[in-house]
């Protein structure tokens, strides 16, 4: 039995986990699961309790990660479940291409990205990862293989598309890629004195560029409540590169600078040192600075530069906090806004981003309108009935809550946000009638 977390390091459950290194082996653990179910799990950067499964098993994916297949000419890719964004940003790279769609860290497996149906910074452009697959290749819960595709099996494609890894366990993926010039960003960066003046600049402008998000000052308060930064930015072509980049344009360097201490004080992060590191990010950011030129890895995933980021809350962790709430639904925005500013909530990171159209996807989180990410250190007084609180409103305005980050959620309040539940259901009940695939969010929640 192994003890298991999401990233966010709160809610420990133990489970048996089995590592196949085979399909055969992988249909196997699936058909032979107990009473308590299996789920798969990827690099564990869920941050909530979607890759747990107490008492049941746990199949560790990525020692399915030896396949890749990328044709340079069109950038179809066919990667396997269990490899990384980080691995195939490598491989993409070095022939001129990028991953469609990237979430903050590039340590989530192409599984991972499918079954939560990731987002970025430029989903008002292209949409989430689902949105550029072809097809996938899954074993459900009798141990069949199938090949499911948009078109030969929709119910079972828009279920699985972010169904949190509860329609089977997926093999490989099939998607289109992005064409990259270089391995460079052109960004754009400018300092926001509001939420209200955020919000504008971001309406205004977002069209003009490809990846747009503003990291917002969650402590700050009276006329600065909201104040942000914005960061926009596209690929840099090689015109637009320095002589001294345009030896190597396509040179791409994830490594890890920083490692945070294995164990760090309860409360390091609290309100005076965020406040701190706060006021520093926005003083430091340019009030409106152009063309900058930035490595893709500092644009996209700054935060992976320092191994364990997630030890800097102490031994009781923190919970990741996300929704999204429609257009016109501003008020309910500054309403969140002022509450956790108000609660003096301890959060250093917390991105606001314009979502455009969803997808079919039946549990897919992005819808368009405003989504909110925040990190919230599990030691904050009365967390549970804060983030109700903050449910009951999302849900009143028609909004979500994002199923991989969730800790907190009830299964009433999962039935307002989700309204095409009874039809994931539906073809839950067709693929895996005895729940086989079985997760702690999924009890949780009752999926």
Known sequence: MTLLTGWGRTAASGATVRRPRSVDELRALVAAAGDRGVIARGLGRSYGDAAQDAGGEVLDCTALAGSRCIDAATGLVTASAGLSLE?????????????????????VTVGGALASDIHGKNHHVDGSFGRHVVRF??????????????????ELFWATVGGMGLTGVVVDVT???????????????QRARDLEHALDLMTTT??????????????ATGASMGR??????DHARLADLPARRRTDPLAFDPRVRLAAPPWAPSGMLNRLTVRAFNEM???????DRRDEIQPITTFFHPLDIISGWNRLYGPHGFVQYQFVVPFGAEPTLRRVVERLSGNGVASFLAV????????PGLLSFPMPGWTLALDIPATVRHLGELLGELDQLVADAGGRIYLAKDSVATPEMLRRMYDRLPEWHAVRDKVDPERRMMSDLARRLEL
């Open 137 to 154: 290749t899954l074993v459900t819960a009798d141990g069949e293989v199938r090949t499911v595709t948009p078109d030969g099996d929709p």
């Open 281 to 287: 990010w926005f003083r430091k950011a340019p009030t």
């Open 206 to 219: 977002d069209e003009d560029y490809r990846y747009t998000v503003a990291w917002i000052d969650l402590l």
């Open 352 to 359: 606001l981003k314009r979502f455009g159209p969803g997808n």
């Open 175 to 189: 998607f289109r890629a992005t064409p990259a010039e270089t391995a460079f960003m052109r960004v754009d960066t």
């Open 87 to 107: 691995t195939l940003m490598r491989d993409l790279l070095a022939v001129g291409w990028f991953v469609p769609v990237t979430a903050g860290t590039r340590h």
């Open 228 to 233: 942000s930064v914005l960061t926009r930015g």
